[in-house]
T-cell receptor, first 112, second 116 residues
Framework: AQSVAQPEDQVNVAEGNPLTVKCTYS??????LFWYVQYPNRGLQFLLK??????LVKGSYGFEAEFNKSQTSFHLKKPSALVSDSALYFC??????????FGKGNQVVVIP | NAGVMQNPRHLVRRRGQEARLRCSPV?????VYWYRQLPEEGLKFMVY????????ESGMPKERFSAEFPKEGPSILRIQQVVRGDSAAYFC??????????????FGEGSRLTVL
């Protein structure tokens, strides 16, 4: 079975400061890892993914994530947070079987 | 190029009624997924369908819930005899054919079901 843990319910960060949202995963075989963002009353928007290759993945809106196989982690990062980054962030994993397992999500609040 | 289209966006039903949620995938996508999002919870996988086939329904409740993706027309998630606990946001997603599949899902805006 595949699963994702997002240990923090809410992440508060001041505008302009670095933002990190944590994610650890469990999967059989090689992981396919994803980050999605959800704004209020909207669907999920794809941010970035890791399938293979470089461990540091760059995605939309200045976000990046680092795949760490030994720690089974895929933390999302942004060097300088914007107020508009305030949203719900979901980490997801699959084993390439087309079925994504999502974490419970992290609410990010960027304080002006 | 239209994305995943879901309707209705909001649906109100009384206990015991039926709810039908529709999803049209991205043009050219033949894989459809339904997820449910309950308040304060993440997304829970419900079912994965291809045209005319249910591939994985391991996340579907055994009773009252059904899904289909006919050869023509949208995918339908049907909930019979709704109860208050069915109140949630239901998200549909689609992906490319397996040969071109890069794993990412494209999500619709969701259908928010409220059961009175």
């Amino acid at each position: 079975a595949q699963s994702v843990a997002q240990p923090e319910d809410q992440v508060n960060v001041a505008e302009g400061n670095p933002l990190t949202v944590k994610c650890t995963y469990s999967v059989s075989g090689n992981p396919y890892l994803f980050w999605y963002v959800q704004y209020p009353n909207r669907g999920l928007q794809f941010l970035l993914k890791y399938i293979t290759g470089d461990n540091l993945v760059k995605g939309s809106y200045g976000f990046e994530a680092e795949f760490n196989k030994s720690q089974t982690s895929f933390h999302l990062k942004k060097p300088s947070a914007l107020v508009s980054d305030s949203a719900l962030y979901f980490c997801a994993v699959s084993s390439g079987n087309n079925r994504l397992a999502f974490g419970k999500g992290n609410q990010v609040v960027v304080i002006p | 190029n239209a994305g995943v289209m879901q309707n209705p966006r909001h649906l109100v039903r009384r206990r015991g009624q039926e709810a039908r949620l529709r999803c049209s995938p991205v043009k050219g996508h033949s894989h459809v997924y339904w997820y449910r999002q309950l308040p304060e919870e993440g997304l829970k996988f419900m079912v994965y369908l291809q045209k005319e086939n249910i591939i994985d329904e391991s996340g579907m409740p055994k009773e009252r819930f059904s899904a289909e993706f006919p050869k023509e027309g949208p995918s339908i998630l049907r909930i019979q005899q709704v109860v208050r606990g069915d109140s949630a946001a239901y998200f549909c997603a689609s992906s490319r054919d397996r040969g071109q599949n890069t794993g990412e899902l494209f999500f619709g805006e969701g259908s928010r079901l409220t059961v009175l």
